[in-house]
């Protein structure tokens, strides 16, 4: 009986792993039934390491190479299995091989908004995401603390916990920092240092190595994204009444393309001035905090004022904006210009 078993037993001269896909990290030899031949073959290729486990006992790892598993080549084998020099005999081993190439082009961000204190904003709400690159370089820590005896183990188990962990660490950072959300943008290449060497122990503690990390973006979300471009657009806009006559000089040249022409358009502008600083100071005192509704101004130049055909032309353009706008009708139109019209002298 136990010669037939003898004969049943399947014997390894060759180990080596051709890595079928990129994405697994470690893989374990099949062994079911098999014994390794002493002095065979271990053949490891670049960005591979090789392990032998005795019993669940790491025993001696191989970098790149070609070996010849002897009790020389095995010493820490040996050493478990109480081997003597002599020993020439077949022997049972789990082996691991373990990829150690770069990992380019992870990505990571938080899957909520990170609330934040702010200094200009108060409270604010923001994400953020990036890319991250690592590779293995301690196979027995990796073994020992994540893939054990998986027969295969790859980087979408992997990376889970690593960007967990990536974000875990975004919140701790952006408030250590006291940078202001307006000046982020500004600051994420050190955002991204600070992050790499913060996360970088927790990487090691996985038997990895954290060969880069980058912040690609921090924002807000959309609905407060909204409020903050309406805030610039008003900063940008300054002074209201510089703004409208930034607006009415560009309208002047569109004049000549309305029906009638300059002509046509005629003679009223300068109520339109005066309409559109009416305007603008109502906007204005509108946007101060606490403010009161503003009664609408009216657009008319005093009672028995002049005004020249500029002004008129500028200020007709004004209005038949506002009657593209619907904003005013065209009878309403119609009477102002006439209005206008008639102030010209």
């Known amino acids: 009986m136990a010669l037939m078993d003898f004969i049943k037993k399947q014997f390894i001269d060759i180990i080596h792993w051709t890595e079928e896909d990129g994405e697994t990290v470690a893989w374990r030899y099949p062994m079911q039934d098999f014994e390794i031949q002493y002095g065979a073959s271990l053949t490891v290729r670049e960005s591979q390491l090789a392990v032998f486990v005795n019993e669940g006992q790491v025993a001696d790892v191989f970098g790149p190479g070609m070996y010849k598993l002897t009790t020389q080549t095995l010493p820490v084998l040996t050493y478990l299995k109480n081997w003597d020099k002599l020993f020439e005999s077949p022997f049972k081993s789990d082996v ?26 108060g409270a604010v709400r923001l994400r953020a995401f990036g890319i991250y690159s690592y590779h293995l370089v301690d196979p027995k820590l990796f073994h020992s603390t994540l893939s054990g005896t998986l027969e295969r183990y790859t980087t979408e188990q992997l990376e889970s916990q690593l960007r967990n962990t990536v974000v875990g660490h975004i919140a701790d950072l952006f408030g250590e920092s006291g940078v202001a959300f307006l ?68 309208a002047i040249p569109l004049a000549a393309q309305n029906e009638g022409g300059m002509a046509g358009i005629g003679a009223g502008l300068g109520a339109g001035m005066s309409l559109g ?37 500028a200020t007709l353009e004004k209005l038949h ?22 102030k010209l002298s």
């Open 96 to 121: 691991y091989f373990f990829s150690t190439r770069q990992r380019l082009d992870r990505k990571w961000g938080t899957p909520n908004p990170i609330t934040l204190r702010d200094k200009e904003f």
């Open 277 to 313: 600083q009416a305007m603008g100071q109502a906007m204005m005192t509108a946007m101060q905090p606490g403010a009161a509704p503003v009664a609408a101004a009216s657009p008319a130049a005093p009672a028995g004022a002049t005004v020249s055909a500029d002004e008129v032309v």
């Open 183 to 250: 000046d982020m943008a500004a600051n994420q290449e050190e955002f991204g240092l600070a992050l790499r060497e913060k996360l970088s122990p927790l990487f090691a503690g996985y038997g990895l190595a954290l060969d880069n990390l980058v912040v690609q973006n921090i924002s807000l979300p959309e609905e407060i994204q909204k409020m903050l471009d309406t805030r610039i657009g008003m900063n940008v806009i300054g002074d209201m009444g510089r703004y409208t006559q930034f607006q009415t000089a560009n």
């Open 321 to 342: 904006v506002l009657v593209g706008k619907g904003i005013l009708s065209q009878a309403e139109f119609d009477a102002k210009k006439a209005e206008l019209l008639q």
